[in-house]
T-cell receptor, first 113, second 110 residues
Framework: DAGVIQSPRHEVTEMGQEVTLRCKPI?????LFWYRQTMMRGLELLIY????????DSGMPEDRFSAKMPNASFSTLKIQPSEPRDSAVYFC???????????FGPGTRLTVL | RKEVEQDPGPFNVPEGATVAFNCTYS??????FFWYRQDCRKEPKLLMS???SGNEDGRFTAQLNRASQYISLLIRDSKLSDSATYLC???????????FGTGTRLKVLA
């Protein structure tokens, strides 16, 4: 299995631009999670899906952030408009079981200038 | 108070040493516990789950103390390859939300 796939791996953009991060979970996994990691705050859960349905988005910082999962093999995290404080590494993870191991993708390193 | 707290370190230890990390959690309803390992500029990966009775995997031993609300990770006979950040992870009952600690950085020195 290819594991969780994320794209792009690196993104540099200017403040005010729209940013779209993409994730392909491991085939057959029912849960998909989006995290943000910074030095100051560590790894924070933004939102998670079960069977393509958003279950908990309480970690989404504000209305500038949105996430979708149109099918079992694809999810997006969008930031519009982006701000410098959004600079972080964004990880996508998937799991087969509700309380089981989460498999992380390699992350997208976002820099907003 | 943070939901999951860890000493950030770094813990600098010589090869062959034994090192232990603790992690405290604030939600007494927490049900599942894990240790993840994260190498520099890489994604986190599961090291081991933590069971109520404690569990061991080779040189690694994890323990849970529900009364004091902490979990621990013991690494024996440290190897250079153990150098990484160790993340404590907690999941509360009734939710699939995983809370990660900010990690403890370990450096094993030759």
């Amino acid at each position: 299995d290819a594991g969780v796939i994320q794209s792009p791996r690196h993104e540099v953009t200017e403040m005010g631009q729209e940013v779209t991060l993409r994730c392909k979970p491991i085939s057959g996994h029912d849960y998909l999670f989006w995290y943000r990691q910074t030095m100051m705050r560590g790894l924070e859960l933004l939102i998670y899906f079960n069977n393509n349905v958003p279950i908990d988005d309480s970690g989404m910082p504000e209305d500038r952030f949105s996430a979708k999962m149109p099918n079992a093999s694809f999810s997006t995290l969008k930031i519009q408009p982006s701000e410098p404080r959004d600079s972080a590494v964004y990880f996508c993870a998937s799991s087969l079981l509700s309380g089981g191991e989460q498999f992380f993708g390699p992350g997208t390193r976002l820099t907003v200038l | 108070r943070k939901e999951v707290e860890q000493d950030p370190g770094p813990f600098n230890v010589p090869e062959g040493a034994t090192v232990a990390f603790n992690c405290t959690y604030s939600n007494s309803a927490s049900q599942s516990f894990f240790w993840y390992r994260q190498d520099c500029r890489k994604e986190p990966k599961l090291l081991m789950s933590v069971y109520s009775s404690g569990n061991e995997d080779g040189r690694f031993t994890a323990q849970l103390n529900r009364a004091s609300q902490y979990i621990s990770l013991l690494i024996r006979d440290s190897k250079l390859s153990d150098s990484a950040t160790y993340l404590c992870v907690v999941r509360a009952s009734g939710t699939y939300k995983y809370i990660f600690g900010t990690g403890t950085r370990l450096k094993v020195l030759a």
